[in-house]
């Protein structure tokens, strides 16, 4: 169950985060292993004059960029699958964004079973239900 939460820099534009929340949720299913039924994805902008890198604004830097989370319960990815995310990520927000800053940036949140959940509970809950079924 991924929570993604995508920040792009410029103005909202309904129609390409539909865009950016379908291709990086079906993007981090494929390579993370997760279920699209159970992945949220929340999409924001920032104004260029307002995001810094290296103490320039965007908008002096003649740039865009990106900030992604993805929250994943700890344990369920390897390394090597959260670097080919990393690297396919990047890729892809490359491409559809495009004139990225090299200092966009992606950060896959390992949280414990017992401190993320949905629906009112755990994963650590959902796992051992799951397992007593069996």
Partial sequence: ???IILTVSGQSDHKFSETLAEKISALTCRI????????????????HEDWF??????SVLGKN????????T?????????????RE?????????????PHSNIHIIDCRASAYGYGG?????RFFQSALKK
């Fill in 74 to 86: 700890d344990e369920t990815n390897t390394k090597a699958e959260k670097a080919v995310f990393h």
């Fill in 65 to 72: 960029a990106f900030k992604l989370e993805v929250t994943i």
């Fill in 121 to 125: 509970e755990t994963q650590e809950h």
């Fill in 1 to 3: 169950m991924p929570g």
């Fill in 32 to 47: 993370l292993q997760k279920d699209i039924e159970q992945t949220t994805a929340l999409i924001r902008y920032h104004p």
């Fill in 89 to 101: 990520a990047f890729a892809l927000l490359s491409e559809i964004i495009g004139n990225l800053h």
């Fill in 53 to 58: 890198i290296g103490g320039r604004a965007l």
